[in-house]
């Protein structure tokens, strides 16, 4: 026996049997015949679910992390690896396994599993599951990447982000998963909130349903066990059953409005008390870690110290190339005061060295930004220019950045790309537009809504006809909550909003709002 498997049976001698989870407490009474090697779990490990992401023509990454106890420490887990197995197989029941690997399950990265499988044929669905000692996780479903050179007939996938767990019930997520055929999802980040959990004392934008365990995030056993709380919501964990996901992060998996080197705490009124660079980078590593470690990601995203490249190009064959974007950790601070994110302009927008993505993923942008029907940015905040009431601007957005959004706009229309789509969160509204450079329709930008962030929302706002009427390259808005779901083809591509009417109760049925078109070789909208 191993000290693996000794230091497991110690625990589990020693354990008192907790009554929440009942396989676990099953599994617990079994005789602890030990395997050399093999750990004997006290609870069921695999309570944060399985997901999938980054497909590939011949693979994509499975993931898992084990915790017996989520919100504990380390998930409840002594400091030991663990040796964990995953197995790929042509149906559900498992009868035809085509593939099978052990990765160990470390300490050092929160106990997760990245399994980066290789040999699977491409544009086909597999499904995966995962075993440790005696214990099988629930079963998933993913999806490959056609090949290199196939020119597929359809490519149909999700946009979605933005899931405060304390505003609202995921049942967005819940219809996600019920979506058949999807290619994958791309989430455009916001998939933990860091503030403290909510105070019966603080006035808040709502009911509050559920509540963030402890203060502020800034460690890395915070971020971690952040994490594990939304990993444990049922519907979250069977949307990624269900589908591959391409994952980014914006501002909250991090620090809300962060911007490169700097912290939302930037010396001015809500925050006089600056953080320094050096300081907030320690943040940043704990933060990119725990994001890295919770997410299917592959190798090549595992940060280091606090840099991480999270940007990257998925094809899927001459159909569509997507371009993950990162707009957090190279963007200038924001203009013009910068928090609150809503200023009134200043001269430092006219700045024309300004910077969203940063002199080399810009770079690596423009290089890549060829060779499909489809080329997809996928990316987090608002690209469109939005004329706010009162002559305010949105300096967390693009519009803080224009000098940068131009270069973008002025790259897509150089490379006359008659298919160029920008995939947006952020925002917890819903946008549908035109993207110009002059008079030209250069793009077609859809923002995604929010899962759940900002709670029931509305079919409009207040302010919604004066937006669409000063902002006529906006063809649509709306302020519920939910995802939209892109339906691809060599011609066209045709979006619809998926919104949920509530979700501060749960079970919300699946609404559908307008189907928008755009027509490959015709940038903007041509039907709505
Ligand atoms: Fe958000
Ligand atoms: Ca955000």
């Given at each position: 026996m191993d000290s693996t498997a000794r230091h497991i049976l110690n625990l589990h001698r020693r354990g008192a049997l907790r009554g929440a989870l009942g396989l676990a407490a099953l599994a617990a009474l079994q005789p602890a015949r030990a395997q050399p090697g093999m750990p004997i779990f006290r609870n069921y490990p695999f309570t944060l679910g399985v997901a999938s992401g980054d497909p590939l023509p011949d693979g994509v990454v499975l993931w898992t992390r084990l915790a017996t106890d989520p919100l504990a420490s380390m998930g409840g887990l002594p400091h030991v690896a663990f040796p964990v197995t995953w197995e790929v197989s042509e149906d559900d029941r498992f009868t035809r396994i085509i593939a099978r690997g052990e990765e160990l399950a470390r300490p050092e990265l929160g106990f997760s599993i990245h399994a980066e499988v290789t040999g699977l044929a491409a544009a086909h669905s597999y499904f995966y599951r995962f075993r440790s000692g005696r214990e099988v996780s629930q079963t998933g479903r993913t999806r490959t990447a056609p090949a290199a050179d196939a020119r597929p007939e359809r490519l149909r996938f999700v946009s979605a982000g933005c899931q405060h767990l304390e505003q609202g019930h995921f049942t967005a997520w819940r219809h996600v998963a019920e979506e058949a055929d999807l290619d994958f999802v791309f989430h455009s980040g916001d998939?933990?909130?860091?503030?403290r959990g909510v105070l019966p004392s603080q006035p808040s934008w709502?009911?509050?349903l559920r509540t963030h365990q402890g203060d502020e995030i800034h460690t890395l056993d915070h971020y971690r066990q952040r994490y594990a709380q939304y990993h444990a919501d049922p519907d979250l964990m069977a949307a990624h059953a269900a589908h591959p996901f391409i994952m980014s992060f914006d501002d909250h998996e991090v620090d809300n409005d962060w911007a490169g080197p700097h912290s939302e705490e930037a010396g001015l009124p809500p925050f006089p008390i600056a953080v320094p660079p050096e300081v907030f980078a320690l943040r940043k590593q704990a933060a990119f870690q725990a994001w890295w470690e919770n997410m299917p990601l592959r190798r090549a995203q595992l940060p280091r110290g606090p840099e991480i490249t999270a940007y990257r190009r998925l094809d899927y064959g001459r159909l569509a190339r997507l371009h993950v974007l990162d707009t957090r950790s190279w963007r200038d601070d924001q203009p013009c005061g910068g928090t609150p994110a809503v200023q009134r302009p200043c001269d430092a927008l006219g700045r024309p060295d300004q910077q969203m993505l940063g002199t080399a993923q810009e770079a690596w942008l423009m290089d890549g930004m060829a060779g499909a029907t489809w080329n997809i940015?996928?990316?987090?905040?608002?690209v469109m220019p939005r004329d706010l009431p009162g002559g305010m601007v949105n300096v967390d957005k693009w519009d803080g950045t224009p000098a940068a959004r131009e270069r973008l706009l002025r790259g897509i229309a150089d490379r006359r790309l008659g298919g160029a789509v920008v995939l947006t969160g952020d925002s917890h509204n819903a946008w549908v537009a035109d993207l110009k450079l002059g008079d030209a329709i250069v793009a077609t930008e859809f923002a995604a809504t929010s899962i759940t962030s900002l709670g029931d929302g509305s079919e409009t706002l207040a302010s919604t006809p004066e937006l669409l009427s000063r902002n006529p390259h906006i063809h649509f808005h709306s302020a519920r909550r939910g995802y939209s779901l892109h339906d691809a083809t060599p011609a066209r591509m045709a979006v619809m909003q998926r919104v949920v009417p509530y979700v501060t109760r749960p079970g919300a049925p699946r609404e559908d709002r307008g189907v928008f078109v755009t027509e490959a070789g015709r940038p903007g909208i041509q039907r709505g």
């Open positions: 998939y933990i909130y860091e503030y709502g009911p509050i940015l996928a990316q987090q905040v608002l």
